[in-house]
């Protein structure tokens, strides 16, 4: 059985991104947008490539209510849905793994998804996505950090696919304004109190937006809700409360929730990372090279929005090195920033460390 697929987005604004996001989702039997106000041609750009498209204007504009408008153009006799925002796009040969790993009891499926790149180009932050689903099963629901939920009368029981092999990577537009995205997550957390999830979100927000008390108040609420049990996520709040104390100057409590962090989730570099960077700062280097090794230790990366590419890059190996170099340890912080080199070839100024530390190394030797 040949199954139907359609992309499916809400757009505004966006027309520098509509010809790249379209070449990579045309693979799809049908592609359709929802035009929620654009002023800039956008509208004007998805008609001329004949996607299936319509234009509607919000008072009071949410991402659920925008996304499930936008499910009401898919075509009826479409099989799987694919939601793909503007400034996405898939790699190619994305469909045909889709279709032939798709079956009747399929319900949904988890894909690649690279959310930011680094400078250099290599990835950033990567996790496994969810935004395709069976036709007329699920709904979306939450002002903002939106997601799919089952319409009610339909079957639970269904299969999830996991699908490493499709890629889907995110270019985002950092011109683009997200101070919306507070109200939203406060009026979600309003309409649903008891949702861990938003809870974390909003407190990560109020971190965004410098209010550090109120950070610290919604993030302490997350930790208490009985369905907030996601280990990495919980670890995400500590983190962040963490955070919020040091820019409120109390290093202390820092040091105190970054440890909480580690043992919510210590097989995550994150929050030891966190941990050996604030030693490093009170230039407690046997503290921090004890947290780095630790965190070094770990090798697996784990799949989920919170793990950072800081954490896995050169930066660990580095200052690593750094802290052998304050101990008077040569031969560790030679070995350490070698390891470092590894990962970023071309940084001169490991380079650079290197010679410093096999020379003094050399001259320690000398003198025995």
Known sequence: MSYKICVYAIAKNEKKFIERWYNSVKEADYVCVLDTGSTDGSYEKFKELNIICTQKQYSNFRFDVARNDSMELIPKDTDICVCVDIDEMFEPGWSKILRDSWHDGVGRARYRYTWNFNPDGSEGVVFMADKVHKYGMFKWTYPVHEILTLIDGFNSNFET??????????????????????????????????????????????????????????????????????????????????????????????????????????????????????????????????????????????????????????????????????LGQYDKAIKAVENAIILSPNDERLINNRKIFIDLNNNKNKMK
Request: glycine share 4%; with cysteine; proline share 3%.
């Open 161 to 326: 696919l996991n699908l490493p092999n499709i890629q889907l990577n995110h270019r985002a537009d950092n011109t683009k304004s997200r101070a919306s995205y507070l109200k939203l997550l406060e009026l979600s957390v309003k309409e649903n109190p008891m949702d861990d999830r938003n809870v974390h979100y909003l407190g990560r927000e109020y971190m965004f937006h410098g209010e550090y008390d109120k950070a610290i108040k919604t993030l302490k609420r997350h930790l208490t809700l009985p369905t907030a049990n996601w280990d990495a996520e919980r670890s995400a709040s500590l983190r962040y409360i963490a955070q919020c104390y040091s820019y409120k100057g109390n290093i202390n409590k820092k040091i105190e929730y970054l440890h909480r962090a580690v043992l919510e989730a210590d097989y995550m570099r994150e929050p030891y990372y966190e941990l050996a960077l604030t030693y490093y700062g009170k230039r407690n280097f046997l503290m921090s090279a004890f947290y780095f090794n630790e965190m070094l230790k770990i090798k697996e990366r784990a799949l989920n929005y919170m793990s950072t590419p800081t954490c896995w890059n050169s930066s660990g190996y580095d200052y690593l090195s750094m802290c052998y170099y304050y």
